[in-house]
């Protein structure tokens, strides 16, 4: 079974950056595509990015493009969100998640789950 671990939460302010990262163990990542979501308290939880399995093909939410990017190294398991230009509204649990298959951002679609980290961007 494929494990993930998220890190890199924590608190910026508005304007500022975080980088995330997604360590992944159990079996090789290469197999595997791996998408970034998030959710507050009450809310449904929204697909961010995703990349597939080569790193060749990736996707963004639309409230991310342009400030969020999203990359993977097989080598060393880890797949990343490099998040700039922080706003509040990104404020959320951030969520990596591994499926087979094409990328996506639907929660529905993805086998396998990380517990999440925390981003709080306040001033």
């Known amino acids: 079974q494929l494990q993930l671990v998220e890190s890199g939460g924590g608190l910026v302010q508005p304007g500022g950056s975080l980088r995330l990262s997604c360590a992944t163990s159990g079996y090789t990542l290469d197999y595997y595509a791996i998408s970034w979501f998030r959710q507050a308290p009450g809310k449904e939880r929204e697909g961010v990015s995703c990349i597939g399995s080569s790193g060749g093909s990736t996707n963004y939410a639309d409230s991310v493009k342009g400030r969020f990017t999203i990359s993977r190294d097989n080598a060393k398991n880890t797949v990343y969100l490099q998040m700039n230009s922080l706003k509040p509204e990104d404020t959320d649990v951030y969520y990596c998640?591994?499926?087979?298959?094409?990328?996506?951002?639907?929660?529905?679609?993805?086998?396998?789950w990380g517990k999440g980290t925390l981003v709080t961007v306040s001033s």
């Open positions: 998640a591994a499926r087979h298959g094409l990328p996506t951002l639907v929660p529905g679609g993805m086998d396998y």
